[in-house]
């Protein structure tokens, strides 16, 4: 196999053919470029254990004290279209009255 695939994971042109694997000399990821590749997308779940989308309805599942607010988001808001980010909170979403803001997915199920 002459053909140089770049790799999946950082993109990187440097891959290398060493049978029967690929692999990445900058982020050392190795893979058999005969197999499908799959995407691999950010899997984030609820407090149910049900993956999230973007775009997906969700319900608070407990109040949430915000900061600089008199009042914490009750359990049973429902939050329409998250949108889905790394980090420790992984839902950014616009709730009325409260505004731009980001939270857990294990204080979240989907509705």
């Known amino acids: 196999m002459s053909e140089i695939i770049p790799c999946p994971k950082c993109k990187s042109e440097y891959t290398y053919f ?3 694997m690929m692999i990445c000399p900058e982020c050392a990821y190795e893979w058999n470029p005969n197999e ?12 149910n254990g049900n993956l999230l989308a973007d ?15 008199p009042q914490p988001i009750k359990a049973g808001t429902k939050i329409k279209n998250i949108r889905l980010v790394e980090g420790d909170h992984n839902i950014d979403c616009k709730i009325d009255g409260f505004g731009a803001m980001s939270i857990k997915s294990e204080f979240v199920k989907k509705a």
């Open 18 to 20: 060493d049978e029967p």
């Open 36 to 47: 499908v590749q799959q995407e691999e997308g950010l899997i984030v779940k609820d407090a």
């Open 55 to 69: 775009g997906d309805a969700v319900v608070i599942v407990k109040n949430l004290p915000v900061k600089g607010m």
